[in-house]
């Protein structure tokens, strides 16, 4: 009767044993896997997912399948888009994963530099396709590195312009900027030359009209 227990009680046992590790197993291997992001660089912007709730910079997906996840890097203004690593592949700001296990990727955003223009607007006018605030007096915006900024500065009747200072050192009226970090610079114009009118038998001296 003993050996009876005690062949019962170790079948038991491996029963329990066997089909216990089995299930410790499958969960093992069921345990969900992770796609998490990080940013660096001086600028910022966001990265939006193509399928997955996330949360902390990271979403979760069942494991035991292969996924392909799509990111896109999304820089906010004042910004760009630099680059990514840990992608699968990528093509501009897009990332493509193809998702086994727990990956991290990461993406740099940049800082776009910023262009200054001063320019005495009663003397004379700056003008550029890339700027909207040459009517002010002082006009900056920021553009993505490495952009090219045409200007040309016209003097208003009885002006002269003297040339260009800062980050454009030309007498030439047109200046070009290849824009890669901050960039001040001012339009000069003259001021005007006084004219001798006679008044009875003197000669007032008065700015030019």
Known sequence: MGNYRNKVLSLLIGFFLFFGFSEFGMAA????????YSTTGKGSGTV???????????????????????????P??????????????SSSNVCTVTL????AVKVTFDKNPKLTVVSDT????????SLSCLAAKTC???????????????????YSFTGWTGGCVSKESTCSIILTKDVKLTAGFSTPKATGKTIGTQVGVSPAN
């Open 100 to 103: 086994t296990a727990t990956t």
């Open 140 to 158: 900056t915006q920021s553009f993505a590195s490495g952009t090219v900024i045409d200007l040309s500065a016209v003097a208003k009747d009885t």
């Open 76 to 89: 906010n203004t004042g910004s760009s888009f630099g680059s990514w690593s840990g992608c699968t592949s």
């Open 29 to 36: 291997a069921a345990k969900p896997i992770k796609l998490c």
């Open 122 to 129: 009663t003397k004379g006018t700056v003008s550029s396709s």
């Open 48 to 74: 939006a997912f193509s399928t997955g709730t996330v949360k902390n910079k990271c979403a979760t997906y069942a494991a035991g399948t292969s996924t392909t996840i799509t990111l896109t890097a999304n």
